[in-house]
């Protein structure tokens, strides 16, 4: 009987105990882990937009991100456009929330043709970047463009179908509140085809893999970090209606590794972080709707981490 009375005691004052820790706690911690220096700017690609009522192009990243103190902002571009009108419209952007808001420098993260957005930007004015981070970007073009193009041609139905491709672009943008932006899906196909891909290099190389399939300077010389990823599966979940496109544009790539759209060496600029996700070019900013791969890595925690790197380095 002793016992019991002992061992009911023990057990009350750890109680009590624990109640009196939790009443003299203080307020919980902010979580700080993506509480980068400068803000977070995410520029979408190519047929993009910053979203379509509820459904984000970068599904669930903006949120999680801030949860953990960063500053995000989502821009717009024309959905479908040239490297350099995407980036000078990015730019304009940047300048705006810098006027608005006293940022002195943002970091960039790009996905697809937001990877040639935000280099542009960051060459032509490297004063207002910190960081580049592309996402599944095709900086030695894509052949799926290349073909594309050849097959247009061939038929003589470019024009036909850049009309349509515009019509796209405009209603999508009108949808997600940009209904202004100029829209030349034409312009968009000769910036992302291989021909393109290589003279907008040659003018903006800062942060060129060094050697082929290889990574590029850490900081480049204009002062900018540049980092790189991308993924390299196609089909990923069968209830995502979009792996069927990218099955299909995969075929392309004559074995090489691809997300559906870039091949694994194209989407190295800087600094590469990995080359070969378990994503297909949507999976990359967590679309659609989260669907991807089982057991895969969650884009949003690979981006949540990307900004703790930068926070780290003080950017």
């Avoid at 009350?12 to 003299?24: K, R």
């Avoid at 060459?123 to 073009?141: E, F, I, K």
């Avoid at 209606?241 to 691809?258: A, C, K, R």
Wanted: hydrophobic share 40%; glycine share 12%; net charge neutral.
């Amino acid at each position: 009987m002793n016992g019991l009375f002992f061992r009911g005691g023990r057990f009350l004052c750890a109680l009590l105990a624990l109640c009196a820790a939790l009443f003299t706690a203080g307020p919980a911690r902010a979580d700080t882990y993506t509480q980068t220096r400068y803000p977070i700017v995410l520029v979408h690609g190519l047929f993009g937009f910053d979203n379509l009522g509820p459904v984000e192009y970068w599904y669930g990243i903006p949120s999680a991100l801030r949860s953990g103190g960063a500053t995000v902002y989502i821009t717009q571009e024309s959905a479908a456009n040239a490297s350099e009108v995407r980036g000078e419209q990015l730019l304009s952007e940047l300048r705006r929330l810098k006027a608005a808001y006293g940022h002195a420098k943002f970091n960039l993260i790009g996905h697809s043709h937001g990877g040639q957005t935000v280099r542009y930007v960051a060459a032509v004015a490297p004063d207002l970047v910190a960081s580049v981070t592309t996402v599944g970007s095709p900086h030695q073009g894509s052949p799926v463009a290349d073909k594309l193009q050849r097959d247009l041609n061939n038929l003589g139905l470019t024009g036909v179908v850049a009309s349509i491709a515009n019509a796209l672009a405009t209603f999508e943008s009108f949808l997600s509140g940009q209904p202004r932006l100029p829209q030349d899906s034409l312009a968009a196909l000769l910036s992302l085809n291989s021909a393109g891909a290589a003279s907008f290099n040659s003018r903006f190389p800062a942060g060129k893999p060094t050697s082929s399939c290889g990574q590029g300077p850490a900081v480049a010389s204009n002062g900018i970090r540049y980092y790189s990823l991308g993924g390299t599966s196609v089909l990923t979940n069968f209830l995502d209606p979009s792996d069927v496109l990218l099955g299909i544009t995969s075929l392309y790539f004559s074995g090489e590794q691809n997300d559906g759209l870039v091949g694994r060496c194209s989407s190295h600029w800087g600094t590469v972080l990995r080359d070969n996700y378990s994503w297909n070019h949507l999976d990359e900013v967590n679309q659609a709707l989260g669907l991807r791969g089982l057991f895969t890595s969650d884009p949003v925690a690979v981006l949540r981490a990307q900004a703790n790197r930068l926070k780290t380095l003080g950017l």
